[in-house]
C-alpha cells in the first residue's frame, strides 16, 4: 500500500501562483511514476503532469509553461509548480502514484485549488 499526502491548494487570483506538494509513504518501489490530476466541477478528471523516478516530467498541453513538475526521489515527493494560473485552472488536485511494474493507481485526498478572475 501507498499512502499520499496533498498540501498547497488555495484560493489565488488570476496570474497567481500556487505549489502543490505531495508526499507518498509505504511500500514504495524504485521505479515509479507520481503525477497531478485534476477534476473541475461537472467535468471528467484530467492528467496535469507526471515525473517518472527516472527523471523524465510530462505536462498537458493546457498547462505547458505555466506548470512545472518536479520531484525528490529520496524524498518520494513531488511538487507542481502552477503560474500564471487561470480561472479555468480552477478545481480538485489530485495527486497519483503508480508502481510502473504493477498498474495500480494509488490517489491522495485531493486539494481545492479556486482561481478567481
Known amino acids: 500500500q501507498v499512502q499520499l499526502m496533498e498540501s498547497g491548494g488555495g484560493l489565488v487570483q488570476a496570474g497567481g501562483s500556487l505549489r502543490l506538494t505531495c508526499e507518498a509513504s509505504?511500500?514504495?518501489?524504485?521505479?515509479?511514476?507520481m503525477g497531478w490530476y485534476r477534476q473541475a466541477p461537472g467535468k471528467e478528471r484530467e492528467l496535469v503532469a507526471t515525473?517518472?523516478?527516472?527523471?523524465?516530467?510530462t505536462t498537458a498541453d493546457s498547462v505547458t509553461g505555466r506548470f512545472t513538475i518536479s520531484r525528490q526521489n529520496g524524498l518520494n515527493t513531488v511538487y507542481l509548480q502552477m503560474n500564471s494560473l487561470k480561472p479555468e485552472d480552477t478545481g480538485v488536485y489530485y495527486c497519483?502514484?503508480?508502481?510502473?511494474?504493477?498498474?495500480?493507481?494509488?490517489w491522495g485526498q485531493g486539494v481545492q485549488v479556486t482561481v478567481s478572475s
Open positions: 497519483n502514484f503508480r508502481h510502473l511494474s504493477h498498474p495500480i493507481d494509488y
Open positions: 509505504g511500500s514504495i518501489f524504485s521505479h515509479n511514476a
Open positions: 515525473a517518472f523516478s527516472g527523471g523524465v516530467t
